[in-house]
């Protein structure tokens, strides 16, 4: 499902799409792009909105690319910093030797689990 802003674009470039198909949402903002280039009119805009609905179409299909980067990343940027600070209190954690009785019967339990 697309975000507010991805959809008020579309509506304003009056493109009627399927929500549920990314691709060929892309590739028809992106032939958008095409027709509406000022190449194709000797390098300038015909008018003011054509210019208009090329920067909406620019628009559009950069959050498209924002959205999928942000789909395919491993870990999401939000959460590094708290992978770091879990990472962190990890190595800080005191060898199985020096922790309380209950963590080494944990320890011991997850280790005949797993098969250790």
Same mark, same amino acid.
């Given at each position: 499902?697309?975000? *507010? !802003?991805?959809?008020?674009?579309?509506?304003?470039?009056?493109? !009627?799409?399927?929500?549920?198909?990314?691709?060929?949402?892309?590739?028809?903002?992106?032939?958008?792009?095409?027709?509406?280039? %000022?190449?194709?009119?000797?390098?300038?805009?015909?008018?003011?909105?054509?210019? *208009?609905?090329?920067?909406?179409?620019?628009?559009?299909?950069?959050?498209?690319?924002?959205?999928?980067?942000?789909?395919?990343?491993?870990? %999401?940027?939000?959460?590094?910093?708290?992978?770091?600070?879990?990472?962190?209190?990890?190595?800080?954690? /005191? /060898?199985?030797?020096?922790?309380?009785?209950?963590?080494?019967?944990?320890?011991?339990?997850?280790?005949?689990?797993?098969?250790?």
């Amino acid at each position: 499902m697309y975000s *507010e !802003e991805v959809r008020k674009l579309l509506n304003k470039l009056c493109l !009627e799409v399927d929500e549920t198909d990314y691709v060929s949402t892309r590739n028809a903002v992106l032939s958008l792009i095409v027709s509406l280039h %000022p190449d194709k009119t000797g390098g300038d805009f015909a008018d003011e909105h054509q210019k *208009e609905s090329f920067e909406h179409a620019l628009k559009l299909r950069d959050l498209f690319d924002q959205e999928i980067s942000a789909a395919t990343q491993l870990i %999401p940027i939000q959460q590094v910093s708290n992978l770091i600070e879990t990472i962190a209190k990890l190595q800080n954690l /005191p /060898p199985a030797a020096e922790q309380s009785p209950q963590l080494k019967a944990q320890e011991q339990f997850r280790q005949k689990l797993i098969g250790v």
